[in-house]
Every structure is written in C-alpha cells, then in structure tokens.
C-alpha cells in the first residue's frame, strides 16, 4: 500500500493535486505544508496546514511522502527550491500522471512529477524530476525533458528535442523536431520554435490584432 500524501502549498495547486491525487491515485493525501511564515490558518481544503518546521514530527518521512505543488514562479526557481527544501528534509517525492493520457511502458519519468490528462507520449521520451505538463500536450518520440520544467496546455514538443531545466513552454506553444532548448528559456502562447534555442532566451509569437466592435 502506499505511503500517505503531504502536500506542500496551500493555494490553487494545492488545491487542484489534492483532487487529481484523490481521485486518479492510490495516494490518500493527508495534510498540507507550507514555509512557517505563510502559515495563517490551521487547516486548508478540510485537512490540517502544517508549518514545514512541524510536518516532519507529525508526518515523518518514513511515514509519508511529499508533492510540492506549486507553479511556474520565478521561471520555475520557487518549485525548485522548495523541491530541494523536501528532498533535504528526506522525503521522497511523488509523482503523478494522469491515467487518462496515453504514454508506453518505457516512459522515464523523474520525481515530483504533475502530468495531466490527454497527453499523447510517444516511445523513448525521457522527462526530469519536478516537471509540470498540463493537458493536452504532444511529446514527440525520443524527447527529452529536463528538471524543473512547466509546459501549459496544448504544446506540441516534436521528436528527438531535447529540452533543459527551468524552461516554460505556454499555451499551443510548437517546437520543431530535433531542437534543442538550453535553460531558462521562455516560450510565449502560440510561438513556434524552428531551430536551437540558446540557455536564457526567449521566443514569441506576433500578437493578434483586437478589433472592438463599432
């Protein structure tokens, strides 16, 4: 049987792993931690809100195992740190992935993983430790995912691209097969990558004329 579920964050991410993790997992998610000073009530969602100081003598890690839900802050450095500050804590990481997506058996998946439904994987793909793919994304064969990555909803990322840590990847956002994308990159709605991105750069896509009516 699976070891419970603390959930690091007390806000929509929060709220919206304790749903998938209940309702598509075998975990059963049994508080929520944040940093000491954002601790400002004593339960969030019906469980108890613990400050990250406590959790540990509540929750031990031998006991439960920890998500840190949280979004794309900072490009991404946030989610980073506080991974870091669990894994430091000795908890292990759970990741999730949604039943509802298609993947194959040889999916590579890393820890403190948020996947959500309608993905298609493809064969050979290889995905870090601490990404967030919201739904309905493509990942082409032979992809690979760095750490600390978030891709929005309907990306399509073609084969063989291999992709480095803290990137952001926005909403109907393409890249070409065979790119290659270095770190902290930052791929705006509806851009379409064709060739190497260098570490730190960013793409963007022409912004669509507004016309309001008469």
Excluded at 122 to 139: A, D, E, F, K, Y
């Amino acid at each position: 049987m699976s070891k419970s579920l603390v959930i690091f964050g007390s806000a929509e991410m929060a709220e919206l792993a304790k749903f998938y993790f209940t309702h598509d997992s075998e975990r059963k998610v049994v508080a929520f931690t944040v940093d000491d000073a954002y601790v400002n009530e004593d339960q969030f969602q019906g469980l108890p809100l613990l400050p990250f100081s406590e959790v540990s003598k509540r929750y031990p890690p031998d006991a439960a195992d920890m998500h840190v839900a949280l979004s794309y802050a900072r490009m991404n450095r946030l989610r980073q740190e506080k991974y870091e500050q669990a894994r430091a804590a000795g908890y292990t990481l759970a990741s999730y992935v949604c039943s509802k997506s298609v993947a194959w058996p040889d999916l590579s998946i890393g820890d403190n993983c948020f996947i959500l439904e309608n993905q298609t994987i493809q064969p050979t793909v290889r995905i870090g430790n601490n990404v967030m793919i919201w739904s309905g994304n493509h990942l082409g064969h032979g992809t690979q995912i760095g750490d600390h990555t978030y891709i929005a909803s309907h990306a399509v990322i073609s084969g063989h691209c291999k992709i480095g840590q803290r990137n952001f990847f926005g909403v109907n956002s393409t890249v070409r097969d065979f790119c290659s994308i270095g770190n902290d990159c930052f791929i705006a709605m509806g851009a379409s990558v064709a060739r190497d991105m260098p570490s730190g750069s960013v793409a963007l896509a022409p912004q669509a004329e507004v016309y309001e009516a008469d």
